[in-house]
């Protein structure tokens, strides 16, 4: 059963998005966030404006923004941390709201060669920590 706006996690924006994510900026047609768990440094989710469910109900032209705004972001997080290979994940079977994981992999860091876990809980930073990647993403943005 699709998630309604009124529960949804990024629509609502309270103190659960508030544990697992810190925003970052606002892009084309969708926010950014950086997850607080960093198992794989760099880690964002790109989240689309507004409470759709499905890619195919965009129109194309809000579709075609949207990927962009993934590239963008893909792009900024390899001039900054340099992965062997960013990751890229839309599942939404319980939050159901257009957004995609872009998760860089580093051949010798957490996970490399398998799928990523969706919150491994391994690696939290400081305030310090978060604040200096989110500036380090944006200044490439």
């Given amino acids: 059963m699709p998630t309604p706006a009124s529960e949804c996690l990024y629509c609502q924006k309270n103190e659960n998005l508030d544990?697992?994510?810190?925003k970052i900026?606002?892009?084309?047609?969708?926010?950014?966030?950086l997850f607080k768990e960093q198992s794989h440094l760099g880690r964002c989710n790109v989240v689309y404006?507004?409470?759709?469910?499905?890619?195919?109900?965009l129109s194309d032209e809000d579709r075609n923004a949207f990927m962009n705004d993934v590239a963008k972001v893909a792009k900024a997080i390899s001039k900054a941390f340099n992965p062997t290979k960013i990751n890229y994940g839309a599942y939404a079977d319980t939050i159901s709201h257009i957004h995609i994981?872009?998760?860089p992999k580093?051949?010798?860091?957490?996970?490399?060669?398998?799928i990523f876990e969706m919150n491994p809980q391994k690696n939290y930073l400081s305030d310090t920590e978060n604040f200096n990647v989110i500036e380090k993403i944006k200044s490439v943005l």
């Fill in 49 to 57: 404006k507004d409470h759709s469910i499905e890619f195919h109900e």
């Fill in 19 to 22: 544990r697992l994510m810190i």
């Fill in 101 to 103: 994981h872009v998760v």
């Fill in 25 to 33: 900026c606002d892009l084309e047609v969708s926010q950014l966030f």
């Fill in 106 to 114: 580093y051949i010798d860091g957490f996970g490399f060669g398998g």
